[in-house]
T-cell receptor, first 115, second 111 residues
Framework: NAGVMQNPRHLVRRRGQEARLRCSPM?????VYWYRQLPEEGLKFMVY????????ESGMPKERFSAEFPKEGPSILRIQQVVRGDSAAYFC?????????????FGEGSRLTVL | GENVEQHPSTLSVQEGDSAVIKCTYS??????FPWYKQELGKRPQLIID???NVGEKKDQRIAVTLNKTAKHFSLHITETQPEDSAVYFC??????????WGAGTKLIIKP
């Protein structure tokens, strides 16, 4: 089992460009969570998805950010018109069931730098 | 909604001594309390967890205690080693699915 796979590991974008971060959950996992982590800070929940459904996006900014988890393929976190404040590590986590019944497995993260 | 507070934010202990990190939560319906360890530049990884029907759980040098009445839970690391240096996050899961995270504790093991 390859674990949660995120790519790219590092992404550099200029202000105004788009960033796309991908996450393939562990095999057999149907629940995906995205978190943002600023340097020296904790994990901030952004969005929780199941296949083809956004369950909770309460932690995601209403503008410029979107997420999807299609029937086929990885989950994608998309940030349009990036600004310097978007620079952070974005972690994806997956679980086989809802988070209250077991462990979340994290990917290695995608580190976004906005110039 | 649920709120998790974690203390201290930084903890420095001598190698071989014990370390204790404490968290409090607000929602009495929370029923699952995991602890994650995050080494510098790495992903968070679960090190131990406890459910609300248990008061204490131990795994080698790591233990977690839960006081449901007082709504607090603690991580205990005994005989600390250099590889224990990391940021530790507690979390609580209320009646819904969403983990509510503490702000983290940076643990420094002094040689």
């Amino acid at each position: 089992n390859a674990g949660v796979m995120q790519n790219p590991r590092h992404l550099v974008r200029r202000r105004g460009q788009e960033a796309r971060l991908r996450c393939s959950p562990m095999k057999g996992h149907s629940h995906v969570y995205w978190y943002r982590q600023l340097p020296e800070e904790g994990l901030k929940f952004m969005v929780y998805l199941q296949k083809e459904n956004i369950i909770d996006e309460s932690g995601m900014p209403k503008e410029r950010f979107s997420a999807e988890f299609p029937k086929e393929g990885p989950s994608i976190l998309r940030i349009q018109q990036v600004v310097r404040g978007d620079s952070a590590a974005y972690f994806c986590a997956s679980s086989p069931t809802q988070g209250d019944t077991g462990e979340l497995f994290f990917g290695e993260g995608s580190r976004l730098t906005v110039l | 909604g649920e709120n998790v507070e974690q203390h201290p934010s930084t903890l420095s202990v001598q190698e071989g001594d014990s370390a204790v990190i404490k968290c409090t939560y607000s929602d009495s319906a929370s029923n699952y309390f995991p602890w994650y360890k995050q080494e510098l530049g790495k992903r968070p990884q679960l090190i131990i967890d406890i459910r609300s029907n248990v008061g204490e759980k131990k795994d080698q040098r790591i233990a977690v205690t839960l006081n449901k009445t007082a709504k607090h839970f603690s991580l205990h690391i005994t005989e600390t080693q250099p590889e224990d240096s990391a940021v530790y996050f507690c979390a609580a899961v209320p009646s819904n699915y969403q983990l509510i995270w503490g702000a983290g504790t940076k643990l420094i093991i002094k040689p």
